[in-house]
């Protein structure tokens, strides 16, 4: 198994340019979620899915879009960059999403937006 | 106030000391405790799971919940350099995965 697995690893992009982090997870999981680290404010929730199909918000998802239309994949697109979206985007994936189950993350996509 | 507070100041100890490292919480509806670790340039990876009240040992690692208190604990006997890595706290509650987490600690083991 691969586990969750991001692409790219980094990023540079110009405010107001589009792009699409990618994640993948071939565990079979129904839980997928993105989050963002940055310096002295730990990891946010940005958006989650509890299955194909299904997606909310999380605690910072302005500027943010998702979508879920298979169990294995779940991209995050940010349509306009801003540098305050400069961060570390990580990707992470749970067997359920009701029981505190251990989440897997993947590996993370440095961004930086000038 | 921030759901879940964890004092993000580094810290460095000698090898075989223990660490100890704490977070507090708001929420009384948390049921779920972990502890993540992080190495550098790396994504978190579950380290201590807990329900509810009560500790857990795993090896060198022990981890407290209190939720009277609100208050979650990890210990680290006979710290290795290889436990050099952020500590994050984490909880949720139950009926839902959406994680909760501290800002973390960078934790240094000096040989």
């Known amino acids: 198994n691969a586990g969750v697995t991001q692409t790219p690893k980094f990023q540079v992009l110009k405010t107001g340019q589009s792009m699409t982090l990618q994640c993948a997870q071939d565990?079979?999981?129904?839980?997928m979620s993105w989050y963002r680290q940055d310096p002295g404010m730990g990891l946010r929730l940005i958006h989650y899915?509890?299955?194909?199909?299904?997606?909310d918000q999380g605690e910072v998802p302005n500027g943010y879009n998702v979508s879920r239309s298979t169990t294995e994949d779940f991209p995050l697109r940010l349509l306009s960059a801003a540098p305050s979206q400069t961060s570390v985007y990580f990707c992470?994936?749970?067997?359920?999403?009701?029981?505190?189950?251990?989440?897997?993350f993947g590996p993370g996509t440095r961004l930086t937006v000038l | 106030q921030k759901e879940v507070e964890q004092d993000p100041g580094p810290l460095s100890v000698p090898e075989g000391a223990i660490v100890s490292l704490n977070c507090t919480y708001s929420?009384?509806?948390?049921?779920?405790f972990m502890w993540y670790r992080q190495y550098s340039r790396k994504g978190p990876e579950l380290l201590m799971y807990?329900?509810?009240?009560g500790n857990k040992e795993d090896g060198r690692f022990t981890a407290q919940v209190d939720k009277s208190s609100k208050y979650i604990s990890l210990f680290i006997r006979d710290s290795q350099p290889s436990d050099s890595a952020t500590y994050l706290c984490a909880m949720t509650p139950y009926g839902n995965n959406r994680l909760a987490f501290g800002k973390g600690n960078q934790v240094v083991v000096i040989p």
């Open positions: 565990m079979n999981h129904e839980y």
């Open positions: 929420n009384s509806a948390f049921q779920y």
């Open positions: 992470a994936s749970s067997y359920r999403e009701d029981r505190g189950d251990e989440q897997f």
């Open positions: 807990t329900y509810s009240s």
């Open positions: 899915s509890v299955g194909a199909g299904i997606t």
